[in-house]
């Protein structure tokens, strides 16, 4: 009886912070007057562009511009994880090469996956430990490396599993669960040893961020957070009146992407 009640506190306690999540009213702290093809935010409320010319560009809270980041070596940029604001992990993908920055956008190292002619990384996520998760193609399995870029964990060759080599869009890892978005379908979880969860009842994602494991993505003009834990979903409206992008999000701050502007947004 006493495990039942301390159950259903929980869930109230879980449905009460949901419902003043979605309540929350959202208004606009700044804006940053930039196109931008992309936009990220760590958990300090940094903001990040990708511009047209694929610089990188970080800028504070406020929407002022502190550091740039260009590299014209390797050619487009493909995906920027800025989970770690002190390892940003920048991954280029027709080059191999994965380039590692400071919070100044400052390179601190920098490693090619040509090295091993047997793998073909098509997507890169930021993990614990200065670990990097890697979805090798040619494997069709998700690879742990260290820090020193050595194999850690591997998982099982997906193709075990959906009778297809996976497609992968986007990659995201989190402290216990790595997040894999595939092309044209759903998102996989993963356990932080490569095992196989589930795949989420969540679809047609042009994008997602997760943060403290929680998915967010957008619909039209809402923001939707999707809890893999308690399967439950939120939605809070963004006060944008320009078509949306893309959003990403901080600790406190959501930062939207349209085409003329990224605007910053809190609750607080």
Partial sequence: MKRLAVLLFNCLIVVLFN?????AQLKQVAQIDTIAKAVYADNLDNVYLLSER???LKYDAKGKLKWRYSNNRFGRLHSV????PMRVVLFYADFQQVVVLNNNL?????????????LLVSAVASGNNNSLWIFDRTANALIKLSSNFT???RSANLFQLFDEVVDVKKMVASDQYVFLQRKNEGVLQFDR?????????????SDFNITSNVIAYVKGM????YHPATFESTKQTLPVSLAIRQVAVG?????????KAVFLLSDN
Avoid at 19 to 23: D, H, I, R
Avoid at 106 to 118: G, Q, V
């Fill in 54 to 56: 694929e610089e990188l």
């Fill in 19 to 23: 419902n003043s999540e979605a309540n």
């Fill in 106 to 118: 400052n390179e601190i190292t920098s490693y090619s996956f040509a090295k091993n002619s047997n």
């Fill in 222 to 225: 809402e923001m939707i957070k």
């Fill in 193 to 205: 040893f490569g095992g196989y969860v589930r795949e989420l009842p969540i679809d047609s994602l």
């Fill in 151 to 153: 194999e850690e964990v």
């Fill in 251 to 259: 600790n406190k701050l959501i930062a939207v992407l349209t085409e």
């Fill in 81 to 84: 994880d800025v989970s770690d």
